[in-house]
């Protein structure tokens, strides 16, 4: 299970518009609880945000990293470490 530190919850919701309409958590426990809930992932780098996209599934191939990037469950963390939410 991934440990979510307060970068990352933090991070998820500045950005939780991204990927939803309306906000799912508000305070750092309600982010932590909700990822938990969706088993959200923390991957080192943009190769690792690949990985995973390909062993769930998603055609990724001939999308640049900027684009993967820019995938509304990708959150880029300041360290640069990613966040991917599966809605």
Do not use: H, W
Not at 32 to 39: K, N, Q, R, V
């Amino acid at each position: 299970m991934n440990e979510y530190d307060e970068e990352c919850l933090k991070t998820f919701i500045e950005n939780q518009g991204q990927l939803f309409d309306e906000p799912v958590a508000e305070t750092l426990e309600e982010a932590e609880a909700f990822l938990e809930d969706c088993m959200a992932s923390i991957v080192e780098n943009i190769e690792e945000v690949k990985e995973f996209l390909e062993e769930e599934g998603m055609d990724i191939s001939g999308m640049s990293n900027e684009e993967i990037e820019e995938a509304s469950e990708v959150f880029a963390l300041p360290d640069g470490r990613y966040l991917i939410v599966e809605g």
